[in-house]
């Protein structure tokens, strides 16, 4: 366990897609965790991700201190993997990405914790001019820092693995759509496996790495838009034209979706991320702050991807080349 041999730890927002991966990897290390979430009652299912008791869900809301109090209570690691990818009433990103990561970081700090570390995200920092999602990031990490300066803040590039957010949904839009929209065709992206950010956040809470420093955390390749959708449609077997979609076209299909009691397809500030660069930056890898701190090897979306994204091929699993069966796997 390393030197803080911590024994119970919290994470907050521990049921969505980083939080089922990471509860795994810590109940096989051997922690007790809980799992701080606004539902516990939906998420049931994490209990089964350990032994019998090792993993509680509990009801904690990170806009409400007192809750954020009791669930850190005892803890010898806080993790923090909330975070507001859209606005819907007052789950606003000043609420949660900032104040609410300030809360944590405050709770953590005045009960003792022993690490704390906090999930952000890759080009914070760059993108902060463009997108209010962004700025609300780079504003939590120095609330974060300010609060527990001895904080591990991690940035990662777009992840993928089973349950994500970005590979499942261009998988469906690949089966149910004629053609396949490039809003930011030339936009730069080093997606990393949720499975190695699970591993680098559990090295950090285990002090493996130097406190108050943010690591910036991307895989082995770094592809364009227009070139993830194509690995989209070679996954899936599907043939759909890529086809440009300008950004102020793409902002007016947004707005509807704006206004719908349902979890956006895009919004207009995510149109203007995909403009933005999202690879690892210069002086993160020459300062030794990306995955090979931690001791990782990034994993090769050619091993995850296919794993999953066989769903969305016309016949599903029958449409999956066997062992050695080349004929097919080339002809797809």
């Known amino acids: 366990m390393d030197r803080f041999s911590p024994k ?31 539902r516990p009652d939906l998420a ?11 993993i509680v869900p509990i009801q904690a809301n990170i806009r409400n201190e007192a809750s954020v109090q009791r669930a850190v209570a005892g803890a010898d690691v806080v993790i923090n993997l909330v975070g507001l990818g859209y606005e819907s009433g007052k789950q606003t990103f000043a609420a949660v990405n900032v104040e609410g ?63 994500d957010g970005f590979f499942n949904k261009m998988g469906s839009l690949a089966r149910g759509l004629p053609v396949m929209p490039v809003i930011s065709g030339a936009s730069r992206f080093q ?14 809470a285990e002090g493996k790495v130097k406190t108050g420093k943010i690591y910036e955390l991307g ?5 364009t838009q227009k070139d993830l959708l194509a690995r989209v449609l070679r996954e899936t077997g599907r043939k759909r034209p890529l086809v440009a979609l300008p950004s102020g076209i793409a902002k007016l299909f947004a707005l509807p979706f704006a206004i719908l009691p349902v979890a956006p ?23 030794k702050r990306t995955l090979a701190a931690f001791g990782l090897t990034p ?18 699993q029958f449409d999956r080349p066997k062992t050695g069966d080349v004929s097919l796997a080339n002809s797809r």
């Open 44 to 54: 049931g299912d994490a209990k089964m991700l350990g032994g019998v008791g090792q």
């Open 219 to 223: 895989g082995p390749t770094i592809e």
């Open 191 to 204: 997606p990393v496996h949720v499975g190695d950010v699970a591993e680098a956040i559990v090295a950090a």
């Open 101 to 163: 990561a300030a809360t944590v970081a405050r709770a953590a700090k005045a009960s003792g914790a022993l690490a704390l570390v906090h999930l952000s995200a890759l080009g914070a920092d760059v993108a902060a001019e463009v997108s209010e999602y962004a700025a609300s990031k780079l504003a939590g990490e120095e609330a974060v820092l300010a609060a527990y300066p001895q904080a591990v803040i991690l940035r990662p590039s777009l992840m993928f693995g089973h349950g």
């Open 8 to 38: 119970l730890v919290t994470v907050f927002g521990g049921s969505g897609f980083v939080g089922t991966h990471l509860a795994q990897v810590l109940a096989r290390a051997g922690y007790r965790v809980r799992l701080a979430v606004r």
């Open 299 to 316: 994993t090769s979306m050619d091993t995850i991807l296919p794993q999953y994204l066989w769903r969305f091929s016309k016949h599903g």
């Open 265 to 287: 397809l895009v919004t207009a500030d995510q149109i203007e991320l995909l403009g933005v660069d999202n690879v690892v930056s210069d002086a993160a890898i020459k300062d």
